[in-house]
């Protein structure tokens, strides 16, 4: 079935440190990519997506690139900052009738 | 815009009792989906209405059910609730399907 596989975390970096968040899925076809973060006691927010191959989806830094040969979606930003400290969570969709799945989100902590 | 709310924001019940959460979306949307949050199971997608139809379920126990009025509102029923069942409880949003799901900031429900 369709899967989404997020690495382990909590990640730790130091502020302005380079951030990678590894991100690949299982599933047929060409599904819609997402990724949302959440922060402490909110809901999650759309951070950014990506609907076809080779699309970049980018949003206050980060970037993620939809790589169909390898199945990937891996989250970048090139300096971070405390405040974007939060849980980062890798999703698909397959088709405009199938659910959202979710991979298990990846805790980011970044210190000053 | 109102973003997504929910009601209550926490709630305590005992093994037995029923639930009742509520979701009211963001205006002129008519797709609400709701999400269970476990830190053991993440985040698990528990269904879907779109014009107080149920377009998509995922795999729980009958004891969770929805519901979709014709304002969009949405409700959401928990019956003879189990230790297990203590999590937060994600509604989110959407025009429509293929369109951007706006997250609430969730009902924590816990279960003594």
């Known amino acids: 079935g369709n899967s989404v596989t997020q690495m382990e975390g909590p990640v730790t970096l130091s502020e302005e440190a380079f951030l990678t968040i590894n991100c690949t899925y299982t599933a047929t076809g060409y599904p819609s990519l997402f990724w949302y973060v959440q922060y402490p006691g909110e809901g999650l927010q759309l951070l950014l997506k990506a609907t076809k191959a080779d699309d970049k989806g980018s949003n206050k830094g980060f970037e993620a690139t939809y790589r169909k040969e390898t199945t990937s979606f891996h989250l970048e930003k090139g300096s971070v900052q405390v405040s974007d400290s939060a849980v980062y969570f890798c999703?698909?969709?397959?088709?405009?009738?199938?659910?959202?799945?979710f991979g298990p989100g990846t805790s980011l902590s970044v210190i000053p | 815009k109102a973003g997504v709310t929910q009601t209550p924001r926490y709630l305590i019940k005992t093994r037995g009792q029923q639930v009742t959460l509520s979701c009211s979306p963001i205006s002129g949307h008519r797709s609400v989906s709701w999400y269970q949050q476990t830190p053991g199971q993440g985040l698990q997608f528990l269904f879907e209405?779109?014009?107080?139809?149920?377009?998509n379920k995922g795999n729980f126990p009958g004891r969770f059910s929805g519901r979709q009025f014709s304002n969009s509102r949405s409700e959401m029923n928990v019956s003879t609730l189990e230790l297990g069942d203590s999590a937060l409880y994600l509604c989110?949003?959407?025009?429509?399907?293929?369109?951007?799901?706006?997250f609430g900031p969730g009902t924590r429900l816990l279960v003594l």
């Open positions: 999703a698909l969709m397959k088709t405009s009738y199938d659910k959202v799945i």
């Open positions: 989110a949003s959407s025009l429509d399907r293929r369109e951007t799901q706006y």
């Open positions: 209405y779109f014009s107080e139809t149920q377009r």
